[in-house]
């Protein structure tokens, strides 16, 4: 080897270690998030033992990757107290895959919290040197109940804690929801943008909204949700920085008693609404259900959280599949880095069959990896389109009349339309579960009746009656253009649709030059038409 090529490569070598410490130094405290395409799923232990998070992490499915047990409490000097550190329970989570990140609390009391951020140097040591001899994969800081002077040192308690943990290991801050973006009290002890700075990610805890002493409220609406991680995006936080907390419980508020708000959990609510026969009802802008029931001197005896529930008529806020599935979009929809609950064992094990699936943006287990998903993702966000069940979307199913009308009222945004003048088709009865929606697309001409007085709410749409159908709601009219289809001539009553959406881009053809009119259309391509009309033809 010759010495001008030996000395070419050592100038390289020399070069790009440089530069490695030049990159290394200058992005030190500034934490990347690696990119991957499952979303972080996490929930806190707290209030059992390892045998309890073992049995209830089975439950789940699968469906977590990150679990956050309450292994750190704090002295009253702001020392470090460990509280049942279990390296077996450590290793069966390694074992399947999910990192262990206890949480360290001051439980909402000001005067510890403040304690440990006065021993911040100390505290911050022992923090790293238990993630270290317990093989954990990070921290995450719970510090509440603060104000707004406790600002800067508990950003400089993450901080420290940042540079003295090994690159390997994570460092996450749970922060308040502060959807109306309030900057003193409790509130203001949350520097958003430098906490998000110094961490791999804040954990936003969007719940109780209502609360213990409150009026009866949701204890996190999607509203609520929403603009708290709006405010969270408009003080500087990346996308990929920020996780939702969503709660596994719900309060109750008795009208007879002067205090309410009072937790339960979700596991014991519907043990409540089977007890005592409550009726429930889904709010739609707030995307919370609400149960109603009264307790009367013959009812059986029930016990919330070791508190005996007196007569009086009751609402109780919680959540359930329908809540969660609404709020977990706002992942996907936000692009947010994942999202967790507090705590696990409060909820319904039901949820689990589905929780994975909505918050990595499928919602429903059969259009994962469907060449559709994109699509239909888009329609059911916009409640254009709605799942055959709670798993379960049917894309490769045939799209019925009914449907297609239920489609084109939502995307026009005609649901609250009057109809004036009513007409009985013999096969939609008025208790059809699509019975406005066919009224309501009829007397505004998006879809119509056969001859004989019946409208086939069931007969699969063809693909020819697709193309009538939207092109009535674009009202788009083509310019003479040649017939391009070999099965598509001027004598069919479509031909006009067909030519039309044809030239607007909306539907295709097939190889050979076939339109195949009389072919059935499936959910998912009518998805996929919804969605070039709106995102890329802007047609409704």
């Not at 405290?29 to 972080?40: C, P, R, T």
């Not at 954990?136 to 406790?150: M, P, R």
């Not at 690159?167 to 973006?181: F, L, T």
């Not at 002067?258 to 959990?265: H, I, L, N």
Request: glycine letters at 6%; proline letters at 3%; aromatic letters at 12%.
């Amino acid at each position: 080897m010759s010495k001008r090529l030996i000395s070419s490569k050592l100038i390289f070598i020399i070069m790009f270690t440089y530069l490695c410490l030049i990159i290394n130094i200058g992005f030190k405290d500034n934490i990347s998030v690696a990119s991957s395409d499952e979303k972080l799923s996490m929930t806190y232990l707290y209030g059992g033992n390892s045998a309890s998070y073992i049995s209830n992490i089975e439950r789940t499915n699968g469906s977590l990757n990150m679990v956050s047990p309450n292994y750190f409490n704090l002295n009253s000097d702001g020392s470090l107290k460990l509280t049942g550190v279990d390296t077996y329970f450590i290793k069966t989570m390694h074992n399947k895959g999910i990192k262990v990140m206890p949480f360290i609390s001051n439980h909402w009391d000001r005067t510890l919290g403040r304690a440990a951020l006065n021993n911040r140097d100390v505290l911050s040591n022992q923090i790293v040197q238990a993630i270290k001899e317990y093989d954990l994969d990070g921290i995450n800081i719970d510090i509440e109940n603060l104000t707004e002077e406790d600002r800067d040192a508990h950003t400089d308690l993450v901080r420290i804690i940042r540079n003295k943990l090994p690159r390997d290991k994570e460092i996450s801050v749970a922060v308040g929801s502060n959807p109306r973006g309030f900057t003193t009290g409790w509130h203001g002890s949350y520097d958003y943008k430098n906490l998000a700075y110094h961490s791999n990610y804040l954990i936003i805890m969007t719940y109780d909204e209502g609360y213990e002493g409150a009026p009866p409220s949701p204890v996190s609406s999607y509203s609520f949700v929403e603009n708290s991680i709006k405010y969270a995006l408009n003080n500087g936080v990346s996308s990929n920085k920020i996780v939702v907390t969503l709660p596994f419980y719900g309060r109750y508020w008795n009208s007879s008693e002067s205090r309410g708000g009072y937790a339960v959990a979700l596991e014991t609510v519907d043990k409540l609404i089977k007890k005592y026969n409550a009726s429930v009802i889904y709010d739609e802008n707030k995307k919370s259900p609400v149960a109603k029931f009264s307790i009367t001197p013959q009812s059986p005896e029930a016990i919330v959280g070791g508190k005996k529930l007196s007569i009086g008529d009751y609402i109780l806020w919680f959540e359930n599949n329908d809540s969660l599935k609404a709020k977990l979009s706002l992942v996907s929809k936000y692009n947010l880095k994942g999202a967790g609950s507090w705590r696990l064992g409060q909820e319904n094990p039901d949820i689990w069959n589905y929780y994975k699936v909505w918050l990595n943006n499928s919602y429903f287990k059969d259009i994962i990896g469907h060449w559709a998903n994109k699509e239909i993702v888009y329609v059911i966000e916009r409640n254009w389109m709605n799942g055959i069940s709670s798993t379960q979307f049917l894309p490769d199913s045939s799209l019925t009349r009914a449907q297609a009308a239920t489609i084109l009222v939502r995307a026009k945004g005609l649901e609250n339309y009057v109809v004036r003048n009513q007409v009985q088709f013999k096969d939609v009865s008025k208790t059809h579960w699509a019975y406005n929606y066919i009224q309501i697309a009829r007397e505004n001409g998006l879809v119509s009746g056969f001859e004989n007085n019946t409208f086939a709410p069931d007969m699969p749409v063809t693909r020819e009656q697709v193309a009538s159908m939207i092109s009535r709601i674009t009202k788009y009219k083509s310019s003479y253009i040649k017939n391009p289809f070999v099965d598509v001539n001027s004598k069919m009553w479509s031909y006009d649709a067909i030519m039309n959406m044809t030239e607007l881009g909306v539907l295709k053809g097939f190889e050979g030059g076939y339109f195949k009119p009389y072919e059935k259309t499936t959910r998912a391509q009518i998805a996929a038409i919804m969605y070039r009309l709106s995102k890329d033809l802007n047609q409704i």
